[in-house]
């Protein structure tokens, strides 16, 4: 316990319980959801291959947002870009949706955007949102904030 009172739960202890998965293979096991995903070899070896947050499906195809926002970070009116996916009402999976912070003290040019992305993207991969930020949240640990962002 650490000189902590008996029956205290630490700020950090109570966050965490929200990322245990109960009896996913046998009664009684738990597992610590990470939230990275996990690739297994044909020797059996594991390897990291992404985050869940950083993959969406749209039109039966699945989008990696780290991919799609490198298409946008190539234009150098954009300063930074946090892709992720969005529910859409009446339509299967998620549509992208683009936050992009512009880089003082360009504009936004939708003309070179589109055809940048028409270009450079399959049309499923295609953000159907765009939304300007003065910045880019981030977590403790400075990774884009996909999952709030998605929800708001």
């Not at 316990?1 to 630490?10: A, D, E, I, S």
């Not at 954009?78 to 009402?89: A, I, K, M, R, S």
């Not at 504009?107 to 765009?130: C, G, I, K, W």
């Amino acid at each position: 316990q650490f000189g902590t009172p008996r029956g205290t739960v630490w700020p950090h202890l109570q966050l965490a319980q929200g990322k245990l998965l109960k009896d996913v293979f046998r009664p009684g096991d738990v597992f610590f959801n990470t939230g990275d995903l996990l690739v297994c070899d044909d020797q059996g070896f594991l390897r990291f291959h992404d985050r869940t947050g950083d993959t969406f499906r749209w039109k039966g195809e699945n989008v990696a947002t780290t991919e799609v926002a490198e298409v946008f970070e190539a234009l150098d009116f954009l300063q930074e870009v946090n892709v992720y996916g969005v529910t859409v009402p009446g339509h299967e999976g998620r549509a992208g949706m683009a936050a992009l912070v512009l880089r003082p003290p360009h504009a936004l040019d939708l003309m070179q955007l589109y055809t940048h992305v028409s270009e450079n993207l399959p049309p499923y991969a295609r953000p159907r949102f765009l939304r300007l930020q003065e910045s880019l949240a981030t977590t403790e640990t400075f990774k884009q904030q996909k999952v709030r962002m998605a929800n708001e």
